[in-house]
């Protein structure tokens, strides 16, 4: 069912994302790590939906959306950027996969951090984070979303991965089965990996072969 939604705030997070702060349809309700379809309330773009995962909790009277706009073509991101407060979207039902099951490692390669943050935000409300680990990868430190909470929330169980920059606090590379390898002991855990797709492919490969079962792998299908 479509829901028409006010959005209320918008704040940069990073150079090319940022949080919608949007109402609450009433009733409306959603697992942490779920998404939705959106589009934007304007003529020639009501029809294009695209999936966004819910940042927010679900018992927030609001919901949020953390967006990476792509620039260098004219999307619907490109559109999102030019939103502000007062602008209306359009949202259908909550859908997707990617569900907290127990403690484990996430994977995490740029904007695929959002289903991560509801979930993390659940388990810090509910004094669970500690025994989970999360991994991102990003192209350089502008590129972080959500550094310092993850740093406050995680300290040393946050790693942080940039391909391509050298900086103080952060690995340097790709999340690959050299990396796992290094820094994961027990592959016995869960897993969830959210991110582009060539880079959930490959890191699920790397789990397997890595000795964690298929079944503790959780990513959107």
């Known amino acids: 069912m479509e829901n028409i939604v006010e959005i209320l705030n918008i704040e940069p997070l990073t150079h090319d994302v940022k949080l919608y702060k949007v109402s609450k349809p009433a009733g409306y309700d959603f697992v942490p790590g779920q998404a939705t ?41 490109k559109q ?15 859908w997707g996969a990617i569900q907290y099951r127990g403690k484990g490692v996430f994977i995490a390669g740029g904007a695929g951090i959002t289903p991560f943050i509801a979930i993390f935000k659940s388990l810090q409300a509910k004094g669970e984070v500690k025994g989970n680990r999360l991994f991102f990868a990003n192209k350089t430190g502008k590129d972080v979303i959500l550094e310092a909470y993850f740093q406050d929330l995680l300290g040393k169980d946050f790693i942080s991965a940039l391909d391509q920059e050298v900086k103080e606090g952060h690995k340097y590379g790709r999340i690959d089965k050299d990396f796992l390898k290094k820094y994961i002991r027990d592959f016995s855990q869960e897993f969830y990996i959210c991110g582009p797709q060539p ?6 490969q790397s789990l397997k072969e890595l000795g964690a079962s298929p079944e503790g792998i959780v990513f959107e299908k």
Do not use: C, Q
């Open 37 to 77: 379809e959106v589009a934007i309330n304007r003529e020639g773009w009501k029809d294009e939906k695209r999936p966004f995962t819910f940042t927010s909790l679900p018992g927030d009277n609001h919901l949020e959306f953390v967006i990476k706009s792509y620039r260098d073509h004219d999307g619907v991101t």
């Open 80 to 94: 999102f950027d030019t939103l502000s407060a007062g602008d209306e979207l359009i949202i259908d039902d909550p």
């Open 199 to 204: 880079m959930v492919k490959s890191v699920s």
